[in-house]
């Protein structure tokens, strides 16, 4: 009885120790991905505007980025 409660509780353990390292892990791949490619800024948005022939009012600026927001 003794030792499949110590089974139980090695099992627990390590689904918890997993857990947490997963964690870890995954946060620090998504902070090196993000500083690698950063999400689209307000610079971004006015080059692919001028690209497509539009010209880039702070209006319409303003609006993509509140739609991004939004979208998140």
């Known amino acids: ?3 499949i409660l110590a089974n139980i509780l090695w099992g627990v353990l390590g689904l918890v120790a997993g857990g ?3 964690f870890i892990i995954s946060r620090w791949y998504f ?3 993000l ?3 950063p999400p689209i800024n ?3 948005i006015r080059a692919m505007l001028r690209e ?3 010209k880039p009012s702070e209006a319409k ?4 980025m509140k739609a991004m927001d939004e979208a998140r």
């Open 1 to 3: 009885m003794s030792n």
């Open 20 to 22: 947490f390292l997963g």
């Open 31 to 33: 902070k090196k991905e």
């Open 35 to 37: 500083k690698k490619n």
């Open 42 to 44: 307000e610079k971004q």
């Open 52 to 54: 497509m022939g539009q």
């Open 61 to 64: 600026i303003r609006a993509i």
